[in-house]
């Protein structure tokens, strides 16, 4: 199967922010495409109930990725914290309905199979529902990093509840990390974390 037999079926919507959707798409028919990109870098796939979206990863969202990930990262380690970063696997399966890799995600604690923490940098509005995906999975916090601010989302019961601070991390100040993380410097950012976070 090529990949123009795979997609000629199929609605397509394209975006002016380098994200495109295609719908009606088969597990078959996505595992095609995915397959065809597989030597192109800088394209991240999300497939959800036979919606497929690809996405270009741009320099802006790796940077930002990188210094939310450094920041919390600082934290954890200076707060004695154990923690596993996992970076990006490929989640999900063809029985769960969808898959996609994370930005960044960490397991708290203990090494585990599903991670606690995911971390998505949207720099791309709209598309699939993330959480949906997230919730049958079972992640226990999802952060969204979205027009310079961050949404804390905890898996409590069947939905997720839109919360104002970390359950893995109670004592994380939000808005110092949120100041630190928008800083135009990334080693300035980390820096000056350390700097407020640090015992006098």
């Not at 707060?79 to 960044?104: A, H, M, Q, V």
């Amino acid at each position: 199967m090529n990949v123009y037999t795979s997609v000629k079926s199929t609605s397509l919507e394209t975006e002016q922010d380098g994200c495109i959707r295609l719908s009606d798409v088969s597990w078959e028919q996505f595992e095609a495409i995915e397959s065809a990109f597989k030597d192109i870098g800088g394209v991240k796939f999300f497939y959800l109930d036979r919606i497929l979206q690809l996405m270009t990863v741009s320099p802006e969202h790796e940077i930002i990725k990188k210094t939310l990930c450094m920041l919390l990262e600082a934290y954890m380690r200076a707060s004695g914290i154990r923690f596993y970063g996992k970076g990006g696997p490929t989640l999900g399966n063809r029985e769960l309905g969808g898959r996609k890799e994370p930005d960044d995600s960490y397991d708290i604690g203990a090494p585990k199979t599903v991670p606690d923490l995911a971390i998505e940098v949207v720099i791309t509005s709209g598309g699939i529902d993330t959480l949906e995906f997230y919730k049958r999975l079972g992640v226990r916090e999802v952060w969204f990093w979205q027009n310079n601010q961050l949404s804390l989302y905890c898996l409590r019961g069947e939905n997720y509840e839109q919360i104002t601070r970390s359950t893995f991390l109670p004592d994380l100040d939000l808005e110092l990390l949120l100041r630190c993380a928008n800083m135009p410097d990334q080693y300035d950012a980390v820096t000056e974390f350390l700097q407020q976070i640090s015992p006098v």
